[in-house]
């Protein structure tokens, strides 16, 4: 459809205005089925810091997501975390060697840190203005003897800040005389970790962001390189580990106190990147990444894939494997399954994902549609909660400060709670009809009977107020809640009946139609009050918003960051007597607490946990491997022969409730010979090597559980009739003309007349057999190809991108009705309206 095609193409249009928001890897190696190699590396200390040993699980094909970081051979980091522990960072650099120091990006908040009045977070001071006479006084201003070598004694002043120093195309250095990061990231931005904990075993662990040129475009990791004898490959880019001991840069100890020569605090207070710190950095890791941006030859014709974010991080897997050795190009846009069936009844569907299918004898239905399934996952509820002991806890509690929960249940019920804005704190002002509720999670008797070994970890300060959700249409969600509503007390409490400690929905939800594709932002109460003289307004839906997509949501979760945004005291250009809104801060590593409602590839790309959840058996199963295949089992048959939908009632034991079958769906007979042959390709290389597990391009990603041969078969059933049936018109099966019976119109069992009967599904798998060829029609002609030569993919939007767009496409949408293959950033925006 040409609305469609229009709003495709602005789509891209717009994002690319925005700096390049087009995330997809280049051309792949060899397709093989052989497990690549690993790219763990491990790297050693020295000196002080020789007993340490430091591993990168994953340094090679990283797109952005986590990858796990782990160390053994440390000294324990204080209960205070003052000293002895990990700095980390992310840096560019395109010397051998690795990266200087002005090429790291660092930041992380002063007010999140574990020791808020250090200065190390902050850029780098590097000398005062004015240096003092006596030595003494020196040392009490933390000068590095090394710094003053560098800025020359004499000339003081010189240089108070060291910039960083972001990659050329990217722009200018930041300014020596302030520090000012701000313009390439931000403390919300950074991925920097200020420490990385040290257990009592002298081990540690944590999952690390890496951010590619689309969430760092400081150090612009992955972007393909267009000059030098790296043309044609992605920029790599390092992970830089500063190891801290207890001594600060004049050589004074935190532990020694101020009165007998130690430092002035018990806390360090140097930056990494000061140079005697910088110098006992472990050698510098390198990372290489997919790359980002034109990931396959321009010219050629692009095949337009469309669907559900289910799908998404295999398809941005698959895409180079497909298109190189001069192969088809594929394109990506992600939108919701409603808006990809809508695609199948246009004039130029190409290839759609979906979790169920179009409705029986629907004039969509009525086009021979064929399914084949291509990916299983689950949906699941992700979480980091990193213990919190309260300050009067005793030393055996507060060893474990910042340690990670590796695992938590949840019931039906708990997750209604986490989705109905029903804790005290997820509205401002605490309203009457939440009075009487915990706060939070955390706090929930319902949630710490469960959860025991919760219990004494449970600061006021833990952000478990609710799960962040996505606010894109998805069919998983409408099993998600039809989960919910099986189970009878959750449905019990759902209708308004209190549980058994006192807690009660949120008014706001009783009223609401279920179950819904969506998590509907029910309650959009305000608190108003005066900030420095201005009108301030406190929403709900601006403090505790929806996400754009699983993604976003995902990452967030490993950031530690709300998404949340509150009035700031800074006056509103737009109305000069309100205040402006400002994003809440983030929680550092160590003090995160949030969940999330995301797909399992999500929270394996960041890091997240995955909550056992209670199935309709008793059960509280995670989405592994075997418990998703066994809810794959479970799967009911929908109206379509060969599709199956989620059952996420099944009583079955060991099944996870919320398994996800994902399903590509076209119309072969709006296909050209050309594109019917490239889909057929598609799905035959997607259901063989394209389930091979592992890293890198043409791989499936974790969080994927490979298909069963069963369903692999039925996809190359599938791939046979895409291939043989595109561009031939389905032949219209009259009816017996009035009067006459069945015999007459040639029905009869032996009759010459061809047989267009549907044929019967396969007795175990419920795949159709492939139907016989359709009698070409005299006028048939196949539709043209309307692909253009660039291979687009979904990106998970960065913040700066993420919160200009989001109100730039509301503009759009309102004055130009765009249509739904715009994609995912659009998909935001229909969810937002809704919600208020």
Not at 147 to 156: D, I, N, R, S
Not at 534 to 558: K, Q, Y
Not at 679 to 705: D, F, H, I, N, W
């Amino acid at each position: 459809m040409i609305g469609q095609r229009v709003a495709r193409l602005l789509l891209a249009a717009l994002v690319l205005a925005s700096g390049g928001a087009l995330m997809v890897p280049t051309a792949a190696a060899a397709q093989t089925t052989t497990p690549p190699a690993p790219s763990a590396v491990t790297v050693r200390g020295s000196g002080e810091f020789a007993a340490l040993e430091f591993t990168v699980a994953q340094t090679k094909g990283l797109i952005n997501q986590t990858v796990r970081l782990t160390w053994k051979g440390g000294v324990p980091t204080d209960g205070k975390r003052g000293y002895n522990f990990l700095q980390i960072m992310q840096c560019w650099g395109d010397d051998a060697t690795g990266p200087r120091r002005e090429q790291c990006q660092y930041g992380t908040p002063l007010a999140a840190s574990y020791q808020a009045a250090a200065t190390w977070s902050r850029s780098l001071s590097v000398t005062p203005k004015k240096l003092p006479p006596t030595q003494e006084e020196r040392d009490g201003l933390l000068i590095d003897p090394l710094e003053l070598t560098k800025q020359q004694e004499e000339k003081p002043g010189s240089a108070t800040y060291l910039p960083f120093v972001p990659v050329e195309a990217s722009g200018p250095p930041t300014k020596p005389s302030e520090p000012g990061y701000g313009l390439y990231y931000d403390a919300n931005t950074t991925n920097e970790v200020q420490t990385g904990v040290t257990r009592e075993d002298g081990r540690g662990e944590l999952d690390f962001e890496v951010q590619t040129t689309l969430e760092a475009p400081g150090l612009d990791c992955g972007r393909l390189r267009t000059t030098g004898p790296d043309a044609g490959k992605a920029r790599h880019c390092w992970l830089v580990v500063v190891p801290r001991g207890d001594t600060e840069v004049n050589g004074k100890k935190v532990t020694v106190p101020t009165p007998q020569g130690g430092h002035l605090h018990d806390y360090l207070d140097s930056s990494p990147l000061s140079q005697t710190n910088w110098n006992k950095r472990l050698s510098p890791i390198r990372l290489d990444f997919e790359p980002v941006g034109q990931s396959c030859p321009l010219g050629k014709a692009e095949r337009p894939l469309s669907g559900n974010e289910f799908v998404a991080d295999a398809v941005l897997r698959w895409q180079p494997a497909l298109c190189s050795n001069d192969g088809p190009v594929f394109g990506f846009v992600q939108m919701p399954d409603r808006q990809a069936r809508d695609l199948l009844g246009g004039d130029d569907p190409g290839m759609v994902f979906l979790a169920k299918p179009a409705a029986r004898g629907s004039m969509i239905d009525d086009r021979a549609l064929v399914y084949a399934p291509v990916s299983v996952s689950a949906y699941t509820v992700a979480f980091i909660v990193e213990r919190q002991p309260p300050g009067d806890a005793p030393d055996n509690i507060k060893v474990d400060d910042g340690k990670a929960f590796d695992q938590l249940k949840l019931t039906p019920r708990l997750v209604a709670k986490l989705i109905t804005q029903s804790y005290g704190n997820a509205v401002p002002g605490l309203p009457d009809y939440l009075k009487g509720n915990p706060t939070r999670l955390s706090q929930d008797e319902d949630f710490l009977t469960l959860n025991p070994q919760v219990r004494p970890y449970t600061s006021l300060d833990m952000l478990t107020v609710d799960a962040l959700l996505s606010s894109v249409d998805m069919d998983a969600t409408e099993s998600l809640w039809e989960w919910l509503l099986g189970d009878a007390e959750a449905k019990a409490w759902l209708s308004g009946t209190p549980d058994q400690w006192g807690m009660k929905v949120n008014k706001n939800y009783l009223a609401l139609a279920l179950p819904a594709q969506n998590f509907p932002k029910a309650d959009l109460s305000c608190q108003v009050k005066t900030l420095n003289g201005l009108i301030a307004e406190f929403c709900a839906n601006t403090r505790r918003p929806l996400a754009a997509d699983m993604h976003e949501a995902g990452r967030s979760v490993n950031r530690g960051d709300s998404l949340g945004r509150e009035p700031n005291g800074v006056r509103d250009l737009n109305d000069r007597t309100r205040s402006a809104l400002g994003k809440l801060g983030r929680s550092v590593v160590g003090k995160r607490a949030m969940l999330a409602i995301v797909d399992t590839a999500t929270a394996r790309r960041y890091g997240l946990t995955e909550a056992l959840l209670r199935n309709p058996a008793g059960e509280f199963v995670a989405p592994t491997d075997e418990a998703v295949l066994a809810g794959v089992a479970e799967m009911t048959a929908s109206d379509t022969p060969g599709v199956k939908v989620t059952n996420p009632r099944s009583t079955a034991k060991g099944a996870y409730p919320l398994p996800a079958l994902t399903y590509a769906a076209t119309a072969p007979s709006m296909l050209t010979k050309d594109s019917g042959k490239d889909y057929a390709r598609l799905l035959r290389y997607v259901t063989t090597s394209g389930q091979t597990p592992g890293e890198g391009a043409g791989k499936l990603p974790a969080g994927y559980v490979p298909l069963p041969q069963a369903l692999r078969d039925q996809a190359d059933a599938t791939a046979a009739v895409v291939e043989r049936d595109a561009g031939i018109k389905p032949p219209v099966e009259p009816g017996p003309a009035q009067g006459e019976s069945d015999v007459d119109s040639g029905s009869e069992s032996g009759s010459d007349q061809p047989d267009t009967s549907t044929p019967a599904p396969d007795a175990e798998t419920g795949a159709p057999a492939p139907a016989p060829a359709p009698t070409p029609a005299a006028d048939a002609k196949p539709s043209e190809d309307k692909s253009t030569p660039v291979a687009q993919s979904k990106y998970t939007p960065s913040t700066p991108v993420t919160w200009v767009l989001r109100y730039l496409l509301a503009g759009l949408l309102i004055t130009g009705g765009l249509t739904a293959a715009a994609g995912p950033v659009l998909t935001r925006l229909g969810a937002r309206a809704r919600v208020g």
